[in-house]
C-alpha cells in the first residue's frame, strides 16, 4: 500500500515538474545580459517567441513608438533602421538607414495580452541587423550583435554622430580590418582622431584615404586642417588649394 502511494506520489510530483516546464516564461538575453520583464513575461505561441514591446526594443536601444488609434508599433534602430508593425498583422515594413524598403512577413502577429503589446522576437532582432538564436533546452532567445562589417559601420557611425569619439573610433578600427581600403571609413576616423587630438593617427588615415580616392575635396580639406594644426603652413596651403580646384 505504502509503495503505490509512493509511485502516486512520484508521479504527480512529475506531472507538476512537467507543467512548470511547460508554462515557464522564455528567457531573453541581448548581448548576453537577461533582459528583465515587468508584469508580462514573453510567450511561446505557434512555436515563435512573442516579447513585451517596450522591454525588448529599450534593450535594443532603439526608440519606440505606439499608435493607440491604428494600433501600429514604429521602431527606429540607433543606425537609422525603421521597422513598422501593426497588431493582428503577419505583415511589416523595415525602411533601411540607406531608405531601402523591405516587406517583412511573419508566422505570428503583434497582440496585445493583459493590455501589454507582445512582438515577434526574431523579426525585431534580425530587421535590426542582430543574430537570432533560440535554445530549446533552456527556452532561452539570444540577441547578438554581429560580427560583420555592416554592424562596425553602424556602431562607429552612430557614434560619431553622437561624438562619442572613442567609441567611434574603436568601431571604425573594426570596420578597416574587414574592408582596410575602405576610404570614407579612414576618413571618419581620422575625423575621430582629430578631435582627440592625435594628429599623427589621422594624417597617415588621410594619406590613405587620398591615395584612394585622389578626387575628393573634403580629404583635402581635412589633411590642410591637420597640417595648420602640426604647424605645416606650406602644406595646409596646397591642401586648401587642391579642395578649391577640386570644388569647382
Excluded at 96 to 103: D, I, Q
Aim: aromatic share 8%.
Amino acid at each position: 500500500m505504502r509503495k503505490n502511494i509512493a509511485i502516486v506520489l512520484l508521479a504527480l510530483l512529475m506531472v507538476g515538474l512537467l507543467a512548470n516546464t511547460v508554462l515557464a516564461a522564455p528567457k531573453v538575453y541581448v548581448n548576453g545580459l537577461q533582459v528583465k520583464f515587468d508584469d508580462v513575461e514573453p510567450i511561446i505561441d505557434n512555436g515563435r517567441v512573442l516579447v513585451p514591446l517596450r522591454a525588448i526594443f529599450e534593450s535594443l536601444q532603439a526608440e519606440v513608438n505606439w499608435d493607440p488609434s491604428t494600433q501600429t508599433i514604429t521602431a527606429i534602430s540607433k543606425h537609422g533602421a525603421e521597422l513598422t508593425l501593426t497588431i493582428g498583422s503577419t505583415t511589416g515594413r523595415l525602411v533601411k538607414k540607406n531608405n531601402e524598403v523591405t516587406s517583412i512577413t511573419m508566422d505570428v502577429p503583434p497582440k496585445i495580452i493583459n493590455g501589454r503589446t507582445l512582438v515577434p522576437l526574431r523579426v525585431v532582432g534580425e530587421s535590426f541587423n542582430k543574430d537570432v538564436n533560440w535554445q530549446a533546452a533552456g527556452l532561452s532567445a539570444y540577441i547578438d550583435d554581429p560580427k560583420n562589417y555592416d554592424h562596425y559601420v553602424g556602431e562607429a557611425d552612430y557614434y560619431y554622430n553622437v561624438k562619442d569619439w572613442g567609441r567611434a573610433l574603436y568601431w571604425y578600427g573594426k570596420a578597416i580590418e574587414v574592408a582596410p581600403d575602405d576610404h570614407a571609413v579612414l576618413y571618419k576616423r581620422a575625423y575621430c582622431n582629430l578631435q582627440n587630438s592625435n594628429l599623427n593617427a589621422a594624417m597617415f588615415d588621410l594619406n590613405k584615404a587620398i591615395s584612394l580616392a585622389p578626387e575628393t575635396a573634403e580629404y583635402y580639406k581635412l589633411r590642410a586642417t591637420v597640417n595648420e594644426k602640426m604647424g605645416k603652413t606650406k602644406e595646409a596651403a596646397s591642401d586648401n588649394q587642391r579642395a578649391a580646384d577640386l570644388s569647382e
